[in-house]
């Protein structure tokens, strides 16, 4: 149970039998409320609320900002995502990627709806934008992708496919080889680890999510390992990210 009181100033949480009591001007009342501003956001479908440069774009918007600090830092050459949908998400890398005068970006999907590639290939922003369909982890798909990649290109790719722990370390063995050294692959939405027993999560979300996935692969290859991007500017007292993407940037360190 998680208790605000404005009179108090007052923070009180509940749990394992026992309660803390946090300032509530502290770090940690503001992850407490955030853990609980996630949850009902997740529940009532927040994220399914914002376009960019008119198309829905289906993340957290601190997600969205985070991630372009990144892109800004890394100046890719090459942007793989890997779930198009409604194509918000490749028209907002390709459209940091036209200001930044650098680079371009590559949508996998099993299936892109006719309607929602019609828009894409009409966007202005097109021309940055390669647009492939079928499963992300079929080898021919990937070899695909291989070959629009550059032996000397920096590459981030971003895993927002299907979610499940298989399909992620799947996405995350064909795909992690193409990242360059101090750059990531993404897998998004770990946050599922921590909704089950909401509405709209399955009670297997405990075990079978992308935060997990990216936990076994690091695992299994030493030459990466989940590191969080440091803020690139911070004057407040919060250092941990507001995300659906916990544990999720996996960085190639070798």
């Not at 194509?87 to 005068?101: E, Q, R, T, V």
Request: glycine share 6%; hydrophobic share 40%; net charge negative.
């Amino acid at each position: 149970m998680l208790t605000i009181d404005f009179e108090s100033k007052k923070v009180s949480v509940c749990e394992d039998g026992g309660t803390r009591e946090f300032s509530l001007s502290s770090p940690e009342a503001f992850a407490a409320v955030s853990r609980a501003w996630i949850r009902c956001g997740w529940e009532t479908k927040y994220n399914y609320s914002f376009t960019w440069m008119g198309r829905p774009i289906i993340q957290l918007p601190e997600d969205v900002l985070r991630v372009q600090e990144v892109i800004h830092t890394l100046q890719p050459d090459v942007i793989i995502e890997t779930g198009v949908a409604h194509g918000g998400s490749l028209i907002f890398y390709a459209s940091l990627c036209k200001a930044m005068d650098r680079g371009r970006v590559i949508g996998i999907d099993i299936e892109i709806r006719p309607h929602n590639r019609a828009a894409i290939e009409a966007h202005p922003l097109f021309d940055r934008i390669e647009l492939i369909e079928g499963s992300s982890t079929e080898p021919a798909i990937v070899e695909q992708v291989r070959s629009l990649v550059g032996p000397d290109e920096t590459v981030l790719v971003l895993l927002d496919s299907c979610h499940t722990k298989a399909h992620v370390l799947a996405e995350l063995e064909a795909y992690a080889p193409l990242v360059t050294p101090g750059s990531y692959v993404v897998a998004t939405d770990g946050i599922m680890q921590d909704l089950v027993g909401g509405r709209q999560a399955q009670a297997d979300w405990s075990w079978n999510n992308p935060q997990q996935a990216a936990r076994e692969f690091v695992a299994r290859h030493p030459e990466f390992k989940i590191e969080e991007p440091a803020f690139l500017f911070n004057e407040g007292s919060i250092t941990d990210r507001v995300t659906h993407w916990p544990a999720a940037y996996v960085k190639r360190v070798a």
